[in-house]
């Protein structure tokens, strides 16, 4: 083996090593700060279905749904349930935009259903002040902790 061979079979198993890596990275649950991941007993079609209950239990609305299964479908094929549900209320609304208008890409805020193997789902939230810190207004704070409880409540809610 040269030398130019031997080193070009070192960074091929260098750039192999960095791409294994990135994979496993790539499988990170909760690579945002104040992510709940809560893995319920309910099937898909039940969180589906109790996810917006909850939501309007909690006065909040649910805004729109992408569903990646529905889209899939469309062309033939199949893969396990998969929903973000957008939720948000129009007087968080106006006090978001009162508070920041660059905040206003973050809404609606979003829960995600997800279907495992055994047939059960996890559903999936970031915190709202986690959402929102970034913007570092102290009334966009206030709300999105106000956010926080009716969040959890609704998840808890859902995945009863």
Not at 138 to 160: R, V, W
């Given at each position: 083996m040269n030398y130019l061979t031997r080193h070009l079979s070192q960074l091929g198993a260098s750039v192999v090593a960095i791409l294994i890596s990135f994979a496993a990275a790539a499988d990170n649950a909760?690579?945002?700060?104040?992510?709940?991941?809560?893995?319920t007993g309910h099937s898909y079609t039940a969180m589906v279905e109790k996810l917006p209950k909850?939501?309007?239990?909690?006065?909040?609305?649910?805004?729109?749904?992408a569903s990646a299964t529905l889209g899939a479908k469309k062309i033939g094929v199949t893969i396990p349930g998969n929903m973000v549900v957008m939720v948000f209320h129009p007087k968080f609304a106006v006090r978001m935009l009162e508070a920041s208008v660059a905040?206003?890409?973050?809404?609606?805020?979003?829960?995600?259903?997800?279907e495992n193997s055994?047939?059960?789902?996890?559903?999936?939230?970031?915190d709202p002040s986690s959402?929102?810190?970034?913007y570092e207004s102290?009334?966009?704070?206030?709300?999105?902790?106000?956010?926080?409880?009716?969040?959890?409540?609704?998840?808890?809610?859902?995945?009863?």
């Open positions: 909760t690579p945002f700060p104040g992510t709940h991941v809560i893995k909850a939501v309007a239990k909690n006065k909040m609305g649910v805004v729109a749904r905040s206003g890409i973050e809404a609606p805020l979003r829960f995600y259903i997800t055994d047939g059960t789902t996890t559903l999936t939230y970031r959402v929102f810190a970034p102290k009334e966009l704070d206030k709300m999105a902790k106000e956010l926080d409880g009716i969040f959890a409540s609704i998840a808890a809610d859902a995945s009863s």
